[in-house]
């Protein structure tokens, strides 16, 4: 028999079903896009960059399933992050923004910054001075921003900012990290709103951990036009550290 046009029209519905149902459960269990719309993790992350972020990393909560479905207790298959990891996760004031930050802080430890420098457990952490980092500013003009290289203790190094060690945020109290809880901070270290001002990330916020790049772009991503002068090509499919 010929197919008719309602059969075509049906295998049509069908595999665009399948393929929404599929996209979900990727999107839900495996990996999950995010853009970054802020520089409060420079050098790490640009404004316009976009990567996948690994759900399955700490395992899942409610806020794993789309519009944070209340369908789980508290966590499940969970895995205990590790120090330096980037993470992804809703911001406790409200539960419901996404934030990226990077965990410095596990639970138990004692967080404190003096004079711009992070200290755990009473110990500071170990920053060398590199190059600094360039960005283009208006008409031609260049700024450049001291960089660090910051290495934890469990010896995972990444590249942090700090304009000045005086800031408003360069000295703090000491912090304890509650059970179930972490400290988070972004590498823009004057300019990042993280634990230093809303406090501990809930294990159970935890969305996942950041992966790679996948696209990067100066500029607005819908204009497709412009994409020849405004990608980023050296960023497209970086990992993160």
């Given amino acids: 028999m010929k197919p008719t046009k309602s059969d075509g029209i049906m295998d049509t519905i069908k595999t665009v079903f399948y393929a929404v149902v599929i996209a979900i459960l990727v999107r839900t269990f495996a990996?999950?896009?995010?853009?970054?719309?802020?520089?409060?993790?420079?050098?790490?992350?640009?404004i316009g960059d976009y990567l996948f972020v690994s759900k399955f990393s700490y395992g899942y909560s409610k806020y794993s399933?789309?519009?944070?479905?209340?369908?789980?207790?508290?966590?499940i298959f969970f895995t205990e992050p590790e120090r330096g990891d980037v993470v992804v996760f809703k911001w406790p004031q409200d539960n419901k923004t996404d934030y990226i930050k990077r965990l410095v802080g596990l639970p138990g430890?004692?967080?404190?910054?003096?004079?711009?420098?992070?200290?755990?457990n009473?110990?500071?952490?170990?920053r060398e001075g590199i190059d600094d980092f360039v960005?283009?500013?208006?008409?031609?003009?260049?700024?450049?921003?001291?960089?660090?290289?910051e290495t934890l203790p469990n010896g995972a190094v990444h590249n942090i900012l700090e304009e000045t060690d005086n800031g408003s945020l360069d000295n703090t109290p000491v912090?304890?990290?509650?059970?179930?809880?972490?400290?988070?901070?972004?590498d823009n270290r004057d300019h990042s709103n993280d634990s230093r001002v809303f406090g501990f990330?809930?294990?159970?916020?935890?969305v996942g951990r950041a992966e790679f790049l996948f696209f990067s772009v100066d500029g607005k991503a819908w204009e497709i036009w412009?994409?020849?002068?405004?990608?980023?090509?050296?960023?497209?499919?970086q990992g993160l550290e």
């Fill in 122 to 126: 009473g110990e500071p952490v170990v």
């Fill in 31 to 46: 990996y999950e896009p995010f853009n970054i719309p802020s520089g409060s993790m420079k050098p790490t992350l640009l």
């Fill in 175 to 186: 912090r304890v990290v509650p059970e179930g809880h972490y400290f988070g901070m972004g």
């Fill in 135 to 149: 960005t283009e500013g208006y008409a031609g003009t260049f700024l450049r921003t001291p960089q660090y290289a």
């Fill in 109 to 120: 430890d004692r967080i404190q910054v003096v004079n711009g420098i992070l200290h755990i």
């Fill in 65 to 75: 399933l789309p519009f944070s479905l209340p369908l789980i207790g508290d966590r």
């Fill in 201 to 206: 990330i809930p294990a159970k916020n935890l």
């Fill in 226 to 237: 412009k994409w020849p002068n405004t990608v980023r090509f050296s960023r497209l499919f």
